[in-house]
C-alpha cells in the first residue's frame, strides 16, 4: 500500500528510530562487507566531512562566486590542490556531483571542441576501452555521440594498437582509465596519448577511481604509471574526490589541460527572460556541502595525511593480494595499480560463480566480475581488520566450488 504524508509531523526521536530501523537489512559496509561504493578513510575524516557539510548545507553552489563567495573560494582551493596532485601547471576545472558527471562534461567539450575544431565531422565517434566506465556510453546517448568499445589486452589494460585500428576519420576522441573499475589497473596513458597527439584527437583520462589515490601511491615508491598531464596529449582527467580522495558522496573533478580545452565545458543561454545563463555543471543548485567538505578534508589530511593513509592501505592491498594468490585454483587478474583488485580462476574445476555464492552466502557482497568471471575488491579502511576472515572464507569458498557438481547461475550484476 502506497503511504500517504503524514497529517501530524513527529519528533525527531520517532524519525530517527524508523530512520536507523530502514538500515537494518543494508550491508554491513562498516565491517568491510561492502566492495565499493563505500570509500572510507576512518571516523575522523568522516566527522571533519560532516562538520564543514552541515556548515555549508544551505548554501548553493549554483551561486559560487556570485552570492556565495565562499563557495567559489572553496572550489577554487579544491581545484588547486587537484591541479597539482595531477601536475598540470596550467589545468582548469569544476567540482562536480560524482564520476559520472565529471565523465558527461568532459565528454561534452570534446565533442564541442570537435565541432569547433574538425567542422566536417557530423556523427562523432569516441574509441573506449572495454574496460572504460558505462557512463561513457550514457553520456553518449544523450550527447549525440558513438562510443567504439575495443577489447583489453592480456594484461587487462587498454590494447592501443587495436584502439589505434579503430579511429575512424569520424573519430573525435580516445579515453584510457587509471584505474578502471572492472580490472583496477591503469591503461597505458602514454602510448594512448601518442595516438592522440599524432591524429589529434582528444584524450580524456577517467581517473575516478584513483585520481586521489596513485599519485600518493606512486610517492611511496609503488610503480604507478604517468596518466596525468606530465604525460603530452592527455586533455581532459576525472577524478572523484568521494572516493579515495575521501570527500563526502557526490564530489568530483574534471580537469582540462589548460583554458584552452576547458571553454567547451559550459552551457551558455540567452532566450529566456532573465538574460544570460552560464553553467558549467548539469545541475544549476549544487550542494555547497560537498565543496566545503571536499576543501576540509583536503585541508585536514594534507600531503602527509594521504600518503599515512595510502601507505596503511597499500600495505593492506598487498597482504590481500599475497593471500589471494595464495589460494590454490584462483589469482588476481593483471597487476593493480591502486586499491581495486579482482580475481579470477586459475584452475578450470573453481568455478567463480559457486565461489561468489558462497562468498555471499558468508556475508559477503560480492563485486561480481562478468568478463572472466570473477571477484572485485575495492578496499578501504574497514577492509583492515576483517582480512583473515574474507581470506578464510575464501579459502572454504574455492574448495567448495572444487566440489560442487551443480554450476551455480551465470553471474548476477551486483553493481
Ligand atoms: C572508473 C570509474 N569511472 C567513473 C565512475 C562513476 O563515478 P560515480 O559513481 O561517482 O558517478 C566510476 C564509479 O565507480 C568508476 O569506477
Same mark, same amino acid.
Given at each position: 500500500m502506497r503511504k500517504t504524508l503524514p497529517d501530524d509531523g513527529r519528533g525527531w526521536q520517532a524519525i530517527e528510530r524508523e530512520m536507523l530501523e530502514f538500515r537494518k537489512d543494508d550491508v554491513d559496509w562498516r565491517n568491510g562487507r561492502m566492495p565499493f561504493q563505500i570509500w572510507y578513510g576512518g571516523d575522523d575524516i568522516f566527522d571533519v566531512q560532516k562538520k564543514a557539510y552541515t556548515l555549508f548545507m544551505q548554501e548553493n553552489g549554483g551561486g559560487a562566486g556570485k552570492a556565495f563567495k565562499s563557495l567559489k573560494a572553496m572550489e577554487d582551493g579544491v581545484? *588547486?590542490?587537484?591541479?597539482?596532485?595531477?601536475?598540470?601547471? *596550467?589545468?582548469?576545472?569544476?567540482?562536480?556531483? #560524482?564520476?559520472?558527471?565529471?565523465?558527461?562534461?568532459?565528454?561534452?567539450?570534446? !565533442?564541442?571542441? #570537435?565541432?569547433?575544431?574538425?567542422?566536417?565531422?557530423?556523427?562523432?565517434?569516441?574509441?573506449?576501452?572495454?574496460?572504460?566506465?558505462?557512463?561513457?556510453?550514457?553520456?553518449?546517448?544523450?550527447?549525440?555521440?558513438?562510443?567504439?568499445?575495443?577489447?583489453?589486452?592480456?594484461?587487462? !589494460?587498454?590494447?592501443?594498437?587495436?584502439?589505434a585500428k579503430a579511429i575512424t576519420p569520424n573519430t573525435i576522441a580516445l579515453v584510457g582509465s587509471a584505474v578502471c573499475f572492472p580490472y583496477g589497473v591503469i591503461d597505458p596513458i602514454e602510448d594512448l596519448a601518442k595516438v592522440a597527439r599524432d591524429r589529434d584527437l582528444w584524450l580524456h583520462v577517467d581517473a575516478c577511481v584513483a585520481g586521489y589515490q596513485a599519485p600518493f601511491a606512486r610517492e611511496l615508491g609503488y610503480p604507478v604509471p604517468?596518466?596525468?598531464?606530465?604525460?603530452?596529449?592527455?586533455?581532459?582527467?576525472?577524478?572523484?574526490?568521494?572516493?579515495?580522495?575521501? #570527500?563526502?558522496?557526490?564530489?568530483?573533478?574534471?580537469?582540462?589541460?589548460?583554458?584552452?580545452?576547458?571553454?567547451?565545458?559550459?552551457?551558455?543561454?540567452?532566450?529566456?527572460?532573465?538574460?544570460?545563463?552560464?553553467?558549467?555543471?548539469v545541475a544549476s543548485t549544487r550542494p555547497g556541502g560537498s565543496i566545503a567538505a571536499a576543501w576540509a578534508v583536503m585541508n585536514y589530511l594534507g600531503r602527509d595525511g594521504y600518503l599515512k593513509l595510502n601507505k596503511r592501505l597499500m600495505g593492506m592491498r598487498d597482504q590481500y593480494i599475497a593471500g589471494i594468490n595464495g589460494i590454490d585454483g584462483i589469482r588476481i587478474n593483471g597487476t593493480p595499480h591502486s586499491l581495486i583488485i579482482t580475481y579470477s580462476a586459475s584452475s578450470p574445476d573453481v568455478d567463480m560463480n559457486v565461489v561468489s555464492d558462497e562468498m555471499g552466502a558468508r556475508g559477503w557482497w560480492i563485486g561480481r566480475l562478468v568478463q572472466p568471471p570473477g571477484i572485485m575488491l575495492g578496499l578501504s579502511l574497514p577492509h583492515e581488520p576483517v582480512r583473515e576472515e574474507y581470506l578464510d572464507h575464501l579459502r572454504a569458498s574455492v574448495a567448495k566450488s572444487r566440489t560442487t557438481k551443480t554450476k551455480a547461475k551465470a553471474a548476477k550484476a551486483s553493481y
Open positions: 581545484i *588547486d590542490f587537484g591541479a597539482g596532485i595531477l601536475r598540470g601547471p *596550467d589545468a582548469v576545472g569544476h567540482i562536480t556531483s #560524482g564520476g559520472s558527471e565529471s565523465i558527461f562534461v568532459a565528454m561534452k567539450a570534446a !565533442r564541442d571542441w #570537435g565541432r569547433a575544431n574538425k567542422p566536417a565531422i557530423k556523427d562523432p565517434e569516441v574509441v573506449v576501452p572495454f574496460s572504460g566506465h558505462p557512463t561513457f556510453n550514457r553520456a553518449a546517448q544523450y550527447l549525440g555521440l558513438t562510443i567504439k568499445r575495443v577489447p583489453v589486452g592480456k594484461d587487462f !589494460r587498454a590494447d592501443v594498437p587495436a584502439m604517468d596518466f596525468d598531464f606530465t604525460v603530452p596529449g592527455v586533455t581532459s582527467i576525472s577524478a572523484d574526490l568521494h572516493k579515495y580522495g575521501f #570527500g563526502a558522496k557526490g564530489t568530483s573533478t574534471v580537469l582540462y589541460r589548460n583554458a584552452d580545452f576547458e571553454k567547451h565545458q559550459p552551457f551558455e543561454f540567452t532566450e529566456w527572460p532573465m538574460g544570460h545563463f552560464s553553467n558549467p555543471n
